[in-house]
């Protein structure tokens, strides 16, 4: 099979197309002929040698991917053989390997694909819409809330534009760009402002006037994110859940106190230790999208071969929502 292969950490040249030989289903495992893997911010981080996890750095060489939709097409050793032919898609977490035509899978973390979904919006769902939904759970967004959002065009950002905006909370959208800032726009924020643009706190500010902030989503950090927590009001929520600027924003408990910041919470890491496990959240992502109460947006799509492209896209922030491979 064809798979993309990383033998040295560095930049995404290091991300290679090559053959190997087609894998087999282990005892308890599937095989899966993927038609969508995702493409993830951290699968970067990774590449370059960070770590995603507890696990530490990646070791080589390894093909990435965490998570991928398909059709299986091999059951291993006590597996039941119903599974065959079905179309599933399941998060791959550390164990990678989802950037190849084949990917190999415990059986009992896949998970059926609803009918209405197709493989990409079924592989948005698996782990950003898993994310987005633990992020609401927290944040539990309501009527009357100002929500801002960073990076609001994003995997995540979308789906958090959505669903915030339908508990009939006002959203202020954060983004880089006219294209994404249209999107967001179009999604139902009610402001959305460029924060690439020095002067962006003041622009929220006259576009709210007067009214304050009540909760931030943040999956940005650093000094994006501080200014974003600053715009909170007195009683304001905060919810920290990725650093795609690098770091997660400088803050104290010396602030959270003198802001009056109510909830500072975050969903990070270990949210795989949460208690009750992922598989719920993730069923209820998939159930989601397919009920209509969210739409992936699948902005960027890149055959396998590209991979690297599509890291490249990433770092330099030219991606709109999910991006995904095709094998
Ligand atoms: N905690 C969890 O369980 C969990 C799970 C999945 C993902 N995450 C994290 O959540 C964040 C969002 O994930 P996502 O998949 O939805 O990603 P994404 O938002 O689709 O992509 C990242 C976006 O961050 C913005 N950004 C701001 N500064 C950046 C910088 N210096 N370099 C690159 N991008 C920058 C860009 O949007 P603009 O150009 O509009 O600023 C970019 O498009 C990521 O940090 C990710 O690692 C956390």
Redesign the pocket.
């Known amino acids: 099979m064809r798979a993309i292969q990383q033998r040295s950490f560095g930049g995404p040249e290091e991300l290679r197309l090559v053959e190997v030989p087609d894998p087999h289903p282990a005892a308890g495992q599937v095989r899966i002929r993927v038609e969508s893997a995702g493409v993830?911010?951290?699968d970067t981080?990774v590449r370059r040698g960070g770590s995603a996890g507890p696990a530490g750095p990646q070791t080589l060489p390894a093909v990435p991917g965490r998570e991928v939709a398909g059709v299986v097409d091999e059951v291993g050793a006590g597996v039941d053989a119903g599974l065959a032919g079905r179309r599933v898609v399941v998060s791959l977490g550390e164990a990678g390997g989802g950037y190849a035509e084949l990917a190999l899978a415990p059986a009992g973390e896949v998970h059926l694909v609803p009918e209405n979904l197709d493989a990409d919006a079924a592989v948005a769902m698996i782990?950003?819409g898993r994310?987005a939904l633990?992020v609401l759970e927290l944040a539990a967004p309501a009527a009357g809330d100002v929500a801002l959002v960073?990076?609001?065009?994003?995997?995540?950002?979308t789906l958090l534009v959505q669903a915030v905006r339908a508990a009939g909370a006002a959203v202020v959208g954060?983004?880089?760009?006219e294209q994404?800032l249209a999107l967001v726009r179009d999604l139902g924020a009610a402001v959305t402002v460029d924060?690439?643009r020095p002067s962006w706190p003041e622009q929220v500010q006259t576009a709210l006037a007067g009214r304050p902030v009540t909760l931030v989503l943040d999956?940005?950090?650093?000094e994006?994110g501080r200014a974003a927590l600053e715009l909170l009001g007195v009683g304001g929520r905060l919810v920290m859940?990725?650093?795609?600027?690098?770091s997660l924003p400088p803050l104290s408990a010396e602030d959270v106190y003198r802001y009056g910041i109510t909830v500072c919470a975050?969903?990070?890491?270990r949210?795989v230790r949460r208690p009750g496990g992922l598989r719920p959240l993730a069923e209820q992502a998939l159930a989601a999208a397919a009920g209509g109460t969210l739409t992936p947006v699948i902005g960027t799509r890149f055959p396998l071969a590209e991979a690297a492209a599509a890291h490249t896209a990433?770092?330099?922030?030219?991606?709109?929502?999910?991006?995904v491979l095709h094998p």
């Open positions: 993830h911010v951290v981080v782990g950003t994310t633990a960073t990076a609001a065009a994003g995997g995540i950002g954060l983004a880089s760009g994404k924060y690439s999956g940005v950090g650093g994006a859940f990725g650093m795609s600027s690098g975050a969903v990070g890491a949210l990433i770092e330099s922030r030219a991606t709109l929502g999910k991006v």
